[in-house]
């Protein structure tokens, strides 16, 4: 992998990770496009050192939501900061369950399946289209909430959902607060990202061997900087109810990727 696609990927990862568009998506998209050498198999590490990177700016962006989260949770008291970190645990299940049982079945839906990927776009497409229709409300998210947006975001392992617009979408349809849905869309991936990278690396799926670590490097700055723009942007666009725009891309790449499939 050279230094160009590189940066490249680290732009798609870090952007699509937060805006609604399917970052999984993208990159089955790109790799239909580009070639399947442009995303080799050994770049598992690629991938592990992206997904990083997003998370890390995610951290960013939320520190101060972070830091109060721990210190509340530290006072060992059932405060709204404890009850928070409890809500994410929840919403974490349904992932967890799906990619401790089913990941097998869940790559071989990847690999260049344009037809799948523009399907579920067009999916993607209606549930933000819902979403920005919905009234703006001051409810918070419950724990039935929590739970119901984690099968969101295990549903959106499929190639061509959106994490974040299936998470944010749901929890809006449910009746909560677009700003606290955000917030709680983009803070209960972290730990997932994190657990599976735990997970990769103790399996021994990951080798550093021949690896380009001027590409990892870059691509990770890349996908840092993406991340830290589009995590702060979807943000301001849930609050604005934007997210319409994001249903047109959706569906017009999403019908593009459905034509070539059958077409080609």
């Known amino acids: 992998m050279d230094i160009i696609d590189s940066i490249i990927l680290g732009i798609i ?7 609604p568009v399917s970052s999984s998506g993208h990159l089955e998209l790109g790799k239909a496009i580009l070639g399947d050498h442009s995303v080799p198999e ?8 992206l ?13 101060k939501d972070i830091l109060e989260l721990i210190k509340g949770a530290l006072s060992f ?19 967890v369950i799906v990619g401790l049982f089913f990941e097998e079945q869940l790559e071989q839906l990847f690999g260049s399946n344009v037809l799948l990927v523009g399907c579920m776009l067009i999916i993607t497409a209606l549930l933000l289209f819902l ?18 947006i984690g099968i ?7 190639p061509g959902i959106s994490r974040s617009g299936a998470t944010i ?5 449910l009746g909560n607060d677009k700003t606290k849905a955000a917030r709680f869309s983009f803070l209960m991936v972290v730990p997932l990202i994190f657990g599976k990278i735990a997970k990769d690396i103790l399996s021994g799926d990951i080798s550093a061997e021949s690896q380009n670590f001027t590409a990892l ?34 569906v017009i790449i999403g019908l593009i990727a459905i034509g070539v499939s059958i077409f080609n």
């Not at 969101?152 to 499929?158: E, R």
């Not at 979408?169 to 349809?173: A, Q």
């Not at 691509?219 to 109810?241: D, N, P, Q, Y």
């Open 217 to 250: 490097s870059i691509g990770f700055i890349a996908a840092f900087i993406a991340g830290l723009f589009a995590c702060t942007w979807m943000i301001t666009l849930v609050k604005k109810s934007k997210l319409s725009y994001f249903a047109i891309y959706c």
């Open 77 to 95: 008291k059932w405060n709204a900061d404890l009850q928070f970190i409890v809500k994410i645990a929840i919403s974490m299940i349904p992932a």
């Open 51 to 63: 997904h990083f990177a997003t998370a890390l700016s995610t951290i960013v962006v939320f520190r």
């Open 169 to 173: 979408s749901t929890s809006v349809l």
């Open 152 to 158: 969101s975001q295990a549903i959106a392992m499929l």
């Open 13 to 19: 990862q870090g952007l699509t990770e937060f805006l």
């Open 131 to 148: 979403a920005d229709k919905a009234k703006n409300t001051s409810k918070p998210v419950s724990y039935n909430n929590a739970f119901i």
């Open 42 to 49: 050994e770049s598992l590490l690629f991938t592990v050192v």
